[in-house]
């Protein structure tokens, strides 16, 4: 089966600061991982995803995500906090069936303060 | 050009009541999912449909079915609405064998 788990629902950050949002997955077969983003009122928008090529992934808006197998990891980071990276962010693997389901973690809500 | 639009954006309806959101997509994939945002945020995979496969997460009451009039569209009918059911559901969609799934902008749905 497959899981996420995010770690701290809300996270907040002084503009320009780091930003690292963690996340670490369960499954029972070599993963697919995403990392989405949901701005107020709107659908997901895929940030970045690890499909087994590079550990390092990365993605839009200068985010990006290692994948660690020893840790059972793909944290998000970006160096510099925008105001406008304020969102929910959701972890997700796919279970790689003939549906490709995915999994969501609960989501982490980043604030980003002036 | 919109990827993947559901219609109605909101909806408001009453308990017991039978109501369809739409979903379309116009980027050629041929599988489809129904997602369910509850009010903490946590979303949950209810159908995805491909090639006239349907697959059901038991979780899901058989109030809700899923229905495919073509490759372009899966439509969300729910009957007997409960006060439950309120959440945001989110359509999405993708190609096989490529991982990545596009999701629509979501229909608010409250049950009154």
């Known amino acids: 089966a497959q899981s996420v788990t995010q770690l701290g629902s809300h996270v907040s950050v002084s503009e320009g600061a780091l930003v690292l949002l963690r996340c670490n997955y369960s499954?029972?077969?070599?993963?697919?991982l995403f990392w989405y983003v949901q701005y107020p009122n709107q659908g997901l928008q895929l940030l970045l995803k690890?499909?087994?090529?590079?550990?390092l992934v990365k993605g839009i808006n200068g985010f990006e995500a290692e994948f660690k197998k020893s840790e059972t990891s793909f944290h998000l980071t970006k160096p510099s906090a925008h105001m406008s990276d304020a969102a929910e962010y959701f972890c997700?693997?796919?279970?790689?069936?003939?549906?490709?389901?995915?999994?969501f973690g609960t989501g982490t809500r980043l604030t980003v303060i002036p | 050009d919109t990827a993947v639009s559901q219609t109605p954006k909101y909806l408001v309806t009453q308990m017991g009541n039978d109501k369809s959101i739409k979903c379309e997509q116009n980027?050629?994939?041929?599988?489809m999912y129904w997602y369910k945002q509850d009010s903490k945020k946590f979303l949950k995979i209810m159908f995805s449909y491909n090639n006239k496969e349907l697959i059901i997460n038991e979780t899901v009451p058989n109030r809700f079915s899923p229905k495919s009039p073509d490759k372009a569209h899966l439509n969300l009918h729910i009957n007997s609405l409960e006060l439950g059911d309120s959440a945001v559901y989110f359509c999405?969609?993708?190609?096989?064998?490529?991982?990545?799934?596009?999701f629509g902008p979501g229909t608010r749905l409250l049950v009154l």
């Open positions: 980027l050629g994939h041929d599988t």
């Open positions: 690890y499909t087994s090529a590079a550990t």
């Open positions: 997700a693997v796919s279970d790689r069936a003939g549906a490709n389901n995915l999994f």
């Open positions: 999405a969609s993708s190609q096989v064998g490529q991982e990545t799934q596009y």
């Open positions: 499954s029972s077969v070599p993963p697919y």
